[in-house]
């Protein structure tokens, strides 16, 4: 019997090797609930997540919420824009304001590296990281690895290749911590401005040019990159960013046939990955969505069993014991 | 309390560098200087101070504290801070200009003089703005504000962008033979930053103050200090690469001076990885090579001066978070016992080393009559327990901040007694009756 112990989801720079199968081994067992004509299990009837969503988000917000919805948990939801920051309320103080209403889980976004650390200190809930500034986004890492997984049957071994604003991408980081822990080999390529060199003393490769990391790649994950990296002065141009490090179709025929495109989305379409690519047969960008939702399943379901100092007893991952 | 007409500190272990003095000795003061020094002193219808199993030094200066008045009174007042410095053993502290007003004008000078003398616990020293409210275009009136008490002038907590201004700026202080103290930071380097750029900022996702923020700016103003004759104290030195760069200016003769932080020599980038912005100050906790730098800067002198750069600041706005919380950390109340605990205990700093970086050197930067208990001198007196253990709690601090990097160590070595001027002001860790009430 497995069991997962952490009160909180942070990242994953801080989960074992075994943390990390039992959360992806959960997102497997809750994937074939959302393949059900009716797409719900009880396993969080009565309990409450709270959304606070503190930097605008859709996709994230949206699996969080349906993954809750599929689970029969109650939601409660708290956008930038009408949260209370706006009135000097501090995060901190908002979280336990959210904590006093009873809430089991706090699923929290927020544009500041280490909001979610800070919140979990402070209160006794579960916290779950939805993405905070450019430090981690666990849930995003662990679609990642589970869509590895089920694409290419395995992680160990494979060549991962990420490519863009590795300085402040957050998926990044998530990804490389959750690869390296499961045996993967990654490599950082991108604009030198934007590739933090000491990535390499954390086992990570760094390459500033794609046409010699991409033929040696089983797995390509682009980043979106974000538009203020222009004037902020790390590159000169969208149009060379585009020449150098977007994918498009002549630079996937230097790839393996069997090289996958992910992308943890929303894609920048003719920046990172021209249309073709996107859209074309290696392209799991879709299917990394659809996964989202088991994997914030597991995410939810695992973490909201440690409340109260409860360890959740975890059957093995199928969807009929998690009905029970 | 008023001071005794005579006091015998007696069967103490004497530390002053000033006069070369490492040994067993005793101390007599009379109507507030030190009368005489030396081994089994007797004195008529003296009070005396048992001091068997304690070190007895100059009074501590520190170089860097701000006192935030006037304007910011609600992080720390001179008397809050002034009973913190007692509590550290220092009985001067230097208070930074980067208040609200800015401290560039006589009359502010003379405001934060008159604020002192009423509270009236230890010796503060005010600076002057080197440029008009900090903003780097104009220089203060600098001859004018030294008439007014000022001790030296910096634009603390602000770089001096421009090069040809700190170049006046060392030009014109030369008639003052005051230095210029310089907070090195090349802003369009540290950027948004707010932790050491290196594995820990890029471990947490943050932007880091890349070494270079400090060490360009360093080495433009030795080359100026150079070139114009001017007097340089570089701030809280925080870089191994700064050590460098002093280290082989001070050898061609330029002069220059400068100041590390018991923080940057007992911490590095490390203590961030809980994002604690308890751990946040600028220049930022750099890596363990910086950290040991520092320390052999310290040892062998290239460092002149252990100043605190004391910083408080109120629980509101450390506990907006790492990013959002303002830079700065308290250091009076710890400075000395975390030194001890950290470097002398540990026997990587000789005692005398760090009360020298504590009195006679910081005394000589600013040309200072204090720092030395020879004969004549004012009697300003410290009094340590190097045995004394205690915990950091944050309940204690007699600061308005309390934001300590060092919360829940336990140290080892106390302040025990303090005499400003002959006056007993903390007696075996207790304020005597009526000081800082």
Known sequence: MKKWTRKDLLGLEDLTREELLLLIDQAAAFKEISLRPIKKVPALRGRTVALCFLEPSTRTRASFELAAKRLSADILSFQGSSSSLVKGETVLDTARNIEAMRVDVLVIRDNTSGVPAMVARGVGCSVVNAGDGSHEHPTQGLVDLFTIREKKGRIEGLNVLIVGDILHSRVARSDFWGLVKLGARVTLCGPPTLVPPVMETLGAKVSYRLEEALPEADVVIALRLQLERQQERYIPSFREYTKLYGIDLEKLKTAKPDLIVMHPGPVNRGVELSPEVADGPQSVILEQVTNGIAVRMAALYLVSGTHHGQTAEVPEPSPEGVET | ?437
Request: charged share 25%; net charge negative.
């Open chain 2, 1 to 437: 309390m008023k001071a005794p007409a005579r006091l015998l500190i007696k069967g103490g272990h004497l530390i002053d560098p000033a006069q070369n003095l490492d040994e067993p000795a005793d101390l007599l003061i009379e109507n507030g200087r030190v009368a005489r020094v030396g081994r089994n002193l007797k004195a008529e219808q003296a009070e005396i101070l048992d001091a068997k199993g304690k070190v007895i030094t100059p009074g501590f200066i520190d170089l860097h504290v701000h006192l935030r008045t006037p304007g910011q009174e609600h992080k720390e007042t001179i008397l809050s801070g002034s009973r913190a410095a007692v509590r550290g053993g220092f009985t001067t502290v230097c208070a930074m200009a980067n208040t609200d007003p800015v401290v560039d004008s006589a009359t502010l000078v003379e405001y934060v003089k008159s604020e002192s003398a009423k509270v009236g616990l230890i010796h503060i020293l005010p600076y002057g703005a080197v440029t008009v409210g900090l903003k780097g275009e104009t220089l203060t009136e600098m001859g004018e504000l030294q008439q007014a008490g000022a001790a030296g002038f910096s634009d603390d907590g602000m770089p001096i962008a421009s090069a040809g201004m700190m170049r006046r700026a060392l030009e014109y202080s030369r008639m003052t033979r005051l230095p210029v103290i310089d907070h090195c930071e090349e802003k369009s380097l540290s950027a948004h930053g707010v932790v050491h750029e290196g594995l820990t900022a890029t471990r947490l996702g943050l932007a880091g103050i890349p070494t270079e923020a400090e060490t360009v700016m360093i080495a433009r103003d030795l080359l100026l200090a150079e070139a114009t004759g001017g007097r340089l104290h570089i701030a809280h030195l925080s870089t191994a690469a700064g050590v460098e760069l002093i280290r082989a200016a001070k050898k061609r003769g330029v002069s220059v001076t400068t100041e590390v932080t018991p923080h940057h020599l007992s911490l590095s980038e490390e203590a961030l990885s809980t994002y604690d912005a308890r751990f946040k100050m600028n220049p930022p906790l750099r890596s363990q090579k910086d950290l040991e730098a520092l320390r052999e800067g310290l040892k062998d002198g290239t460092i002149d001066a252990v100043a605190t750069d004391h910083a408080p600041h109120s629980l509101a706005e450390k506990e907006a978070g790492l990013v959002r919380a303002p830079f700065g950390v308290v250091g009076l109340e710890t400075a000395v016992a975390v030194l001890l605990t950290e470097l002398v205990h540990r026997g990587s700093l000789k005692l005398f080393t760090l009360v020298e970086a504590l009195t006679r050197r910081p005394a000589k930067i600013l040309g200072l009559d204090r720092g030395t208990l020879a004969v004549g001198a004012a009697a300003d007196v410290t009094l340590l327990d190097l045995g004394a253990e205690w915990v950091v709690e944050a309940g204690s601090f007699l600061s308005k901040g309390n934001n300590t990097p060092f919360l829940g160590w336990r140290l080892k070595g106390r302040v025990s007694d303090v005499m400003v001027g002959g006056r007993p002001v903390l007696r075996d860790g207790q304020f005597m009756n009526g000081e800082g009430a």
